[in-house]
């Protein structure tokens, strides 16, 4: 596509003339020579690298400008990284040519140069890293832009938004990729572990909304992040890559390994999937996906989502110079004011029609031709790219970085899409060259002209073909098999050996921790101990692993620690300080639900080993029956659908997956980490595990309170204490001792010791005798927090809803990014409260059972954009008031956690709307559930309304919602869900959804109406009940008539 060298050497001296680098590139297809020899070929591209990419890499620091006029001494650290990515490419060319005169090795160590030099400011940065891990925000991340020639930091957080993961996992993608193809990038230990903590930080983007690649967050350029598909897919790439890599290459040793949390990467993955085909809340679509679906990522393992999401970036992006960068898109526009750094409010309709189209991504279209074998794709994105290039003053091919409508077109092109004649960036603006494409450009035609493959770029497979993917497990990727028919390998495990022999009465065969040795059984806690001594420096002060619990995928695995192979129990037998676990029924649930989580996402040789641990305390009483059929399950091969091979650990183990931690090698000055194994109950040998019953005869009684809290909040606290002394109900006890906690404080002294260890006390009573409201109380006066609560309210927002936590009628939190549970914690504790004690808790028991119901079902949420948890413990409330019908309704606070969970089922499927009217828009309403495309069918109303629509006195405008919103967003969704926040009865809430349905098919029926005024839902409403109650009356009227004439 560019012409040879030999013809520029003959150009005329005015073909070579100085002014703008932007020369069409007239000479571009100029026939070359049929048999041009391979060292012509490269010769051509060599001169084109040396030109337009090596020439400007800076000879200190190996990183690449920006812009490459004037004196800006901006390095991006993306831009950089395609530019080594190009000369290695091209040095993976010269490798085909036994004398290729150095070039070789002098473009493999540009590239060298280049990543240490990024390595170089990163490692310079160290103390974020560490800061990152702990508290992933702004403020706390790797700068993304570095002076060029001395790798200091150039802007603060406050003047750039440098919170841009997909940088840091391009980084480590393309480290993994040049490594594997025999370069030495990583020389040292203190290298290693920096390495190993990026990792840690790159874990966790699946919760860390940044600004993208565009470093602009938000659609809207006000500042604001979001969770971006294009990072956390480049994420989830750069963790499949890395994981059990070795960063010596070939010379590797046992502890220049990175190791990668399997669950962090499924948790990534499953975000991705739940994303995809958006780009984000605001970004219905965006270029960004095409580097994350295709080269040099490939982060999609499912072709049906990949198709999808490609088809709506071509169909939506697509133009005649290029691919804009996203619908609305502002940047280097004429309208755009270069001066502001943000945009106004509604500034983005502006843009509408008139936003850059961007050629680098026919580059990307050509590449992705040829890594799928479909040559007409090649060509069809070829064809398109020849007349947007230019070419140097040299006569080599440039890649302008966009075209733009000049301000005196916009309007011609607003009225006639893609009626103007767009002109090139030029030097005015973004330097003379646009390196990123430059480099890229570089890529792609090697690959095109066949002088590399996809193989060479791509050593570690990224990209697996269609017709392989059955066939190919990588290391720990998702490449596994489509139909996935896994067995798990179960291991039963007693607590003692006279369970085990009470167990044995009933056939069930089980082992005690004595019974297994030497193999020793932890708790998932060891594990994370264990790993905290990876990637630990002190000279770069970087802790190891952050305490972050082992998932299920986690502790399926055999490991090898300091000669000693151990085995995990999963979390869900930890024996946890929040009440949920003393559930038994939900225990079962947990041991099902993790079953199929493994079957699901396991993708590794070897099968998963799942410990089943066996307890006295889950056989006491009414526990023990659904436990045994539980075993006696397990024994029969199938638990919940997933077939099972139960045997002893000892014989299991040979089939399993055994991670090595070698990183754990302990010199004689260091001090041996203590880890704790799993012990057996020490009983007296002839003793037997008594069943006695564990529910007292009349629970109701006793959960009672013979104290009201309005009576005795008052009273002095001498007179509390006696009454505490004199009283033995634990629903009593436990009101007095709320009143004294905020009193006196948790250190204040009783009989049993300080309030907070009575409370303590109480809190275990009432859980082995499962008095429930007792128990939810007494968790929530010690503000006990359930594990796993940050995830669940993760899963629930990548799905695209935001959650709000606070009590039914009083004011709401809204979480429409992820949190950490510190903050969470805050939000339940002080939203909650209100009312009554028990909410906090039981808000986060839903919150658990929320997060793992939408992940697996999430079609049962369907029509609900928010998930308001104290509204649906209203609809759980309306629901038992139902079932109890003249009875009085059961408490909801004296369920069991399983029975809640049922119960929450029970009111989302949506079966259960049978029954009358009332009672389904009460449930409907509570729910925040919403009709198919209801929200487009507001945006239709909106447009015939110049007024606006009113509910519940909260008012949503014309303008600037449609200049500032497209239909489909999900931003408009959410502010049509905002205006109907304000309506505090579920009922009514339902009645303006159905109201606003009917006005959409009023309209849709009669094109010519139009509302002159602002719509006031309340007021139609009321007019509409009017009418109804004078036509009931009208009726009543008739009938009575009709009877008198009768009789």
Known sequence: MANSPDALASSPPAFLRSGSVYEPLKSINL??????????????????????????????????????????????????????????????????????KGRTHELEHSAIKCMRGILYCYMRQADKVQQFKQDPRPATCLHSVFNVHTGDEILSHEEYGHLQINTVSLYLLYLVEMISSGLQIIY???????????????????????????????????????????????????????????????QGCSWSVIFVDLDAHNRNRQTLCSLLPR????????????????????????????????DKVVRKLKGKYGFKRFLRDGYRTSLEDPNRRYYKPAEIKLFDGIECEFPIFFLYMMIDGVFRGNPKQVKEYQDLLTPVLHQTTEGYPVIPKYYYVPADFVEYEKRNPGSQKRFPSNCGRDGKLFLWGQALYIIAKLLADELISPKDIDPVQRFIPLQDQRNVSMRFSNQGPLENDLVVHVALIAES?????????????????????????????????????????????????????????????????????????????????????????????????????????????????????????????SRFNPILDMLAAFKKGMVGGVKVHVDRLQTLISGAVVEQLDFLRISDTEELPEFKSFEELELPKHSKVKRQSSTPS???????????????????????????????????????????????????????????????????????????????????????????????????LVQGKQVTLGAFGHEEEVISNPL?????????????????????????????????IISNNPELF??????????????????????????????????????????????????????????????????????????????????????GIIVAGKHLPQQPTLSDMTMYEMNFSLLVEDMLGNIDQPKYRQIVVELLMVVSIVLERNPELEFQDKVDLDKLVKEAFHEFQKDESRLKEVEKQSQLSFH
């Open 497 to 621: 050996q006279r369970l085990q022999v009470f167990l044995n009465t009933y056939g069930i065969q089980t082992q005690t921790p004595q019974q297994v040795e030497p193999i020793q059984i932890w708790a998932q806690q060891e594990l994370v101990k264990a790993y905290f001594h990876l990637g630990i420096n002190e000279k770069l002060g970087l802790s190891g692993r952050p305490d972050r619990p082992i998932g299920c995928l986690g502790t399926s695995k055999i490991y090898r620690i300091l000669g000693k192979t151990v085995v995990c129990y999963p979390i869900i037998f930890d024996l946890s300080d929040f009440y949920m676990s003393q559930d038994v029924l939900l225990l079962i649930d947990d041991i099902k639900n993790a079953l199929q989580f493994i079957k699901q996402y396991w993708k590794m040789h070897g099968r998963p080993l799942f410990l089943v641990l066996i307890r006295e305390d889950n056989i006491r009483g």
């Open 820 to 852: 950490s549970p510190r903050v969470i914690k805050n939000i339940i504790y002080y939203k909650c409260n209100t009312h009554d004690e028990r909410e906090a808790v039981i808000q986060q028991e839903l919150v658990i059972h929320i997060g793992w």
């Open 188 to 250: 040292n230990t203190d290298e290693v572990s920096f390495i190993q903590n990026l990792v840690f930080c790159v874990e966790r983007v699946y919760r860390v909304p940044d600004f993208g690649v565009w470093e602009r967050g938000s659609k809207y350029n006000n500042g604001s992040t979001e969770l971006h598909s294009s990072s956390v897919g480049l994420a989830k790439a750069a963790l499949e890559a890395i994981n059990g890599f070795n960063l010596f290459g070939n």
């Open 862 to 947: 369907s029509g609900m954009l928010k998930i308001r948890i104290g509204w649906i413990i209203h609809a759980m409330e309306y629901e038992l008031q139902i079932r109890g019908g003249d009875k009085p309704a059961r408490d909801l606070y004296q369920l069991s956690p399983s029975e809640v969970k049922q119960l929450l089922l029970d009111i989302l499927q949506p079966q259960q709307n049978g029954g009358c009217w009332l009672n389904r828009r009460q449930i409907d309403g509570s729910l925040n559930r919403t009709p198919a495309g209801f929200y487009d069918r507001v945006w239709q109303i909106l447009e015939r309304t110049p007024n």
């Open 698 to 796: 009349t629970p109701e009684l006793e959960q009672q309170p013979d104290v009201a809290i309005t009576e005795w909040k008052n009273k002095p606290t001498h007179e509390i204490l006696q009454k505490m002394n004199d009283c033995s109900c634990l629903a009593s006890q436990v009101i007095l001792l709320g009143i004294l906690l905020k009193r006196e404080g948790p250190n204040f002294i009783t009989k049993e010791g300080t309030v907070s260890d009575h409370i303590e006390r109480v809190y275990r009573r009432a859980g082995s005798k499962k008095l429930w409201s007792v128990v939810r109380c007494a968790a929530s006066l010690l503000s006990k927090v359930v594990d796993s609560l940050a995830p669940s309210i993760t899963n629930v």
């Open 31 to 100: 026939p070359r020579p049929d048999n041009e020899t391979l060292w012509d070929k490269l010769d051509h591209y060599y001169r084109i690298v040396k030109s337009t990419l090596l020439l400007y890499q800076s000879p200190t620091t190996g990183l690449f400008p920006t812009k490459t006029c004037g004196d800006d001494q901006k390095a991006k650290i993306h831009d950089s990284l395609y530019c080594a990515a190009g000369a290695w490419a091209l040095a993976l060319a010269y490798r085909r040519i036994d004398d290729d």
């Open 279 to 310: 780009e984000s809340r605001s970004h219905n679509t965006d270029a960004a996906l095409l580097p994350c679906i295709s080269y040099p990522a490939f982060a999609l393992d499912d072709e049906a989502l990949f198709s999808q999401t490609l």
